[in-house]
């Protein structure tokens, strides 16, 4: 299949010859599948590295969900690619998030249940199975307000939607989930709030804020950032002010 090469912007926060990382926006698919065959990640990279279609995926290491913002690392050829999917594979590329979740979590601690995919309506769904794959998510309070928690999540390995999975199997679904929020509604106090929450984030309130790898090349550590966006800032900034 020839895929089509598309002008969509990407914001770039690293830059090399040998390694790109982007700060992915909301509402951006990664890859193109039956649902989205345009208009994603892989499209625009064809686009502005047209090298790219001669590196698997065009290069893209790891995935984001649709709605999930943040951090995501390109190899821009073959031998980047094979170093870093083999990085990714033995846990060497730390990878960290923010979220803001459900219910009040008292302390840090280790999500480590298996993960399955599961399909619903043709859609795919994940979820918590002894016959699926290991996943281990650690987590670490930043905040807490009266009925959510800021959450800053490590990584320990990269199943399919895991991050949501695992909150959501914990009884603390992130906020604006819209698939994985079997217990979100018990900790919307009053419509007003479930309202003003819905119009402040359309979305997970889930963003990829730090990388840190091995630079393929020159052997040394990579450390990037990226800033909460503007709706989960606005989210916290409500919660901060609102005795909910």
């Known amino acids: 299949m020839k895929w089509k090469a598309q002008n969509i912007f990407l914001n770039v926060v690293y830059d090399d010859k040998y390694v790109l990382v982007i ?3 909301s509402n951006l698919v990664v890859h ?6 345009n208009n994603t990640i892989f499209n625009s990279l064809l686009y ?3 090298y790219l279609r001669d590196v698997p995926r065009a290069g893209i290491i790891h995935r984001l969900d649709k709605n999930t913002t943040g951090l995501m690392i390109i190899a821009k050829n073959i031998d980047v690619y094979m170093f870093l999917k083999n990085e990714l594979k033995k846990h060497n ?3 960290e998030y923010e979220a803001i979740v459900n219910g009040i979590i008292k302390k840090n601690d280790i999500i480590n249940y298996p993960i399955k995919r599961i399909y619903k309506k043709k859609n795919i769904y994940m979820d918590v ?3 699926g794959k290991k996943a281990i998510t650690k987590y670490f309070i930043k905040n807490i ?7 800053r999540i490590q990584l320990k390995t990269g199943r399919t939607h895991q991050i949501r999975v695992h909150l959501s199997y914990i009884k603390h679904s992130i906020v604006g989930d819209p698939v994985y929020n079997k217990y979100q509604n018990i900790f919307l106090i009053n419509n007003f709030y479930k309202k003003s929450i819905n119009k402040i ?4 309130a889930l963003h990829a804020c730090y990388l840190k790898f091995i630079h393929p090349f020159y052997k040394i550590n990579i450390k990037l950032y ?3 966006p503007n709706d989960i800032n606005n989210l916290i900034y409500f919660l901060k002010n609102n005795d909910i």
Do not use: C, D, G, V
């Not at 193109?32 to 065959?37: D, I, L, R, T």
């Open 201 to 204: 984030i359309q979305r997970q």
């Open 93 to 95: 590329i730390i990878r």
């Open 226 to 228: 990226s800033k909460l």
């Open 48 to 50: 502005n590295y047209p």
């Open 129 to 131: 199975h002894p016959l």
């Open 32 to 37: 193109p599948a039956n649902k989205n065959m």
């Open 145 to 151: 307000f009266k009925n959510y928690t800021h959450l």
């Open 23 to 25: 700060n992915k926006t």
